[in-house]
């Protein structure tokens, strides 16, 4: 008796990350797991199949799936994937339901109980399981390093024999994980560093980073650990501030993004012209359009002597941190409903309960109530077979 989880190969472009990993092997199996993964799914991180011990490997995504309770990914999956896995089994990758209607409804027509790893709880409880959080982490580290190589100059201070340089000054705009991460590695690269958020509480985070907050006198603090829109007398009196200090760095990374949404524009085509020469942008929310008005998702620029770099994925840059991260992510999400080779879900788990996008047919709420969920469903595990060997 085992609960057959599949592991899908990424198919969306410059993904590089994977769900599985060779450390996360053996504790899957400890839960009844039975794993089987699409061949290559790991080779762009330079994890060949046979890297992964004690997992079978197939080359037909299809047949696959057809077979699998479970199905783990990063990416969602292709609308052919979701239609050939079997009514009424279990999907657990992102998904951006509202970039993603047609796969939404291919989900609700099989009955797919589909938990959407973007939709984790930002609780303390569900810190092990907020892959949002991981990947921001890595994003705002490898944010500072990117922005360090379009720089003409160096972040700390150096003395030499010729004099003194540095250090540059680095504006980092959006405190969340990512941002908190951005202030951390500036730091420790001898910057000067300050940090901006429309929630005034992230003072504090910043301060105990080393940096400087910049204070606007504007409070925006907004549901599920989030910022909301400012109104239009807020944005004009934090720009009035913001311009200073935007002017005089030389660094300036954006973070602020809202999964799902538009990114809030923070930096404008007039705060860009007033920048100095050479200064440079790196926005992590061009997924959602970026955070400067001059961002083009995608691409580095040159917008007058400036530099806006915005790229997509960041993340999967740094493929196999990444990959590690999420993929314990996933495995202390199923940890929550494997017990004993089967799955059982709790829907009185409000982690369980609030990742839940699509059960048995029905859209879960965005913010459910106590009593709102299903019953618990129990998914009875496949007879062992035989294993599908690689090629």
Not at 58 to 64: A, E, N, P, T, Y
Not at 72 to 91: F, R
Request: aromatic share 4%; net charge neutral.
């Amino acid at each position: 008796m085992y609960v057959n989880v599949a592991i899908l190969k990424e198919t969306q472009l410059h993904e590089r990350r994977v769900a599985l990993v060779p450390s996360v092997v053996s504790k899957l199996i400890k839960l009844g797991a039975r794993l089987h993964m699409q061949s290559g799914a790991g080779d762009a991180i330079k994890l060949n199949d046979g890297a992964f011990k004690d997992v079978a490997i197939s080359h037909d995504c299809k047949v696959l799936v057809s077979e699998a309770d479970v199905v783990l990914a990063v990416q969602p999956p292709a609308l052919e994937v979701v239609s050939a896995m079997k009514e009424g089994a279990i999907l657990i990758s992102f998904i951006y339901a509202a970039k993603e209607k047609a796969l939404v409804q291919r989900l609700l027509e099989k009955k797919i109980t589909c938990f959407a790893m973007e939709r984790v709880p930002r609780i303390t409880r569900a810190q092990a399981m907020d892959a949002l959080s991981s990947q921001s982490a890595l994003a705002g580290y490898y944010a500072v390093q990117l922005g360090a190589t379009h720089l003409a100059r160096i972040l700390p201070k150096i003395t030499t024999a010729a004099g003194a340089i540095g250090p540059a000054k680095v504006l980092v705009m959006g405190l969340g994980v990512a941002g908190l991460e951005a202030v951390a590695t500036a730091h420790r690269l001898g910057a000067v560093v300050e940090g901006y958020d429309v929630r005034p509480e992230t003072e504090e985070q910043v301060l105990s980073l080393g940096a400087k907050f910049v204070e606007t006198g504007v409070d925006a603090r907004g549901k599920g650990g989030y910022a909301r829109e400012l109104s239009v007398a807020e944005r004009s009196k934090v720009v009035q501030v913001l311009t200073l200090h935007i002017q005089q760095a030389d660094l300036i990374i954006t973070t602020a993004a809202i999964p799902g949404r538009p990114s809030p524009k923070l930096i404008s085509k007039e705060q860009v012209a007033g920048m100095k020469a050479g200064s440079v942008i790196v926005d992590l929310s061009a997924e959602g359009g970026g955070n400067c008005e001059d961002t083009r998702p995608g691409e580095t620029i040159e917008v007058g002597q400036v530099t806006i770099v915005a790229p997509l994925n960041v993340p999967s840059l740094l493929g196999q941190d990444a990959s590690e991260l999420y993929a314990k992510n996933q495995y202390n999400l199923l940890a929550l409903m494997m017990k004993d080779n089967v799955i059982e879900i709790d829907w009185t788990d409000e982690v369980l309960a609030e990742t839940a996008l699509t059960h048995d047919g029905k859209l879960c709420s965005d913010n459910p109530e106590p009593g709102s969920k299903p019953p618990p469903k129990r998914v009875r595990p496949l007879a062992v077979g035989p294993d599908t060997k690689a090629a």
